[in-house]
Structures are given as structure tokens and as C-alpha cells.
Nanobody, 120 residues
Framework: QVQLVESGGGLVQAGGSLRLSCAAS????????MGWYRQAPGKQRESVAA???????NYADSVKGRFTISRDNAKNTVYLQMNSLKPEDTAVYYC??????????????WGQGTQVTVSS
């Protein structure tokens, strides 16, 4: 069983930055693909970014150039650095993982979510 705990959400003004963190339990972290999804009110959940066990990354077009996903296998932690935030980035952000180590859409396990609110 994998447990994912997100932190780092909050309220920020447009143009600002936030860094989300996700601490994962279990010794399989280093061989798991990790990702971030988000869900805004009234909208479907969408993939934001993912990183494979080998470090390859993938991003939604809406966040390319603004968001960066990274991982620290020694700390069992994945990060999402969010810069130049826009009001449309407001959503609950979920950390995810998958045993499919090369998946760009890891969705086997989900965290509880952390709220990000960007004010205009």
C-alpha cells in the first residue's frame, strides 16, 4: 500500500509562486512514476505533470514553461514548482503514483489533495 501526503498549497496572488510537496510511503518510490493532477470547481480532473522513475517529465500544455515537476528519491518526495500562477490554476491538486514506472499518467494511488487558490 502506498500513502501520499501533499503539502504546500495555499493562497497566492496572480504572478506568484508556490511549491507543492508530496511525501510517499513505501520502499518502491524510486521505481514508481509520480504525478500531479488537479480539479477545479465544476471541471473534470486533469493531469498537470508527471515524472517517470527514470526522470523523464511530461506536462499539460496549459502549464508548460511555468510548472516544474521533480523528485528526490532519497526523501521519497515529489515536488511541483509552480511559477507565474494564474487564476485559472486555482484547483485542488492531487499527488499520484503508479507501479507503471514509465507512465505519464500515474493514477494507481492518490493523495488527499491540497487546495491552491490564485487571486487576480
Amino acid at each position: 500500500q502506498v500513502q501520499l501526503v501533499e503539502s504546500g498549497g495555499g493562497l497566492v496572488q496572480a504572478g506568484g509562486s508556490l511549491r507543492l510537496s508530496c511525501a510517499a510511503s513505501g520502499s518502491i518510490f524510486s521505481i514508481s512514476a509520480m504525478g500531479w493532477y488537479r480539479q477545479a470547481p465544476g471541471k473534470q480532473r486533469e493531469s498537470v505533470a508527471a515524472i517517470t522513475s527514470g526522470g523523464s517529465t511530461n506536462y499539460a500544455d496549459s502549464v508548460k514553461g511555468r510548472f516544474t515537476i521533480s523528485r528526490d528519491n532519497a526523501k521519497n518526495t515529489v515536488y511541483l514548482q509552480m511559477n507565474s500562477l494564474k487564476p485559472e490554476d486555482t484547483a485542488v491538486y492531487y499527488c499520484t503514483s503508479s507501479y507503471k514506472r514509465n507512465s505519464y499518467y500515474p493514477d494507481d494511488y492518490w493523495g488527499q489533495g491540497t487546495q491552491v487558490t490564485v487571486s487576480s
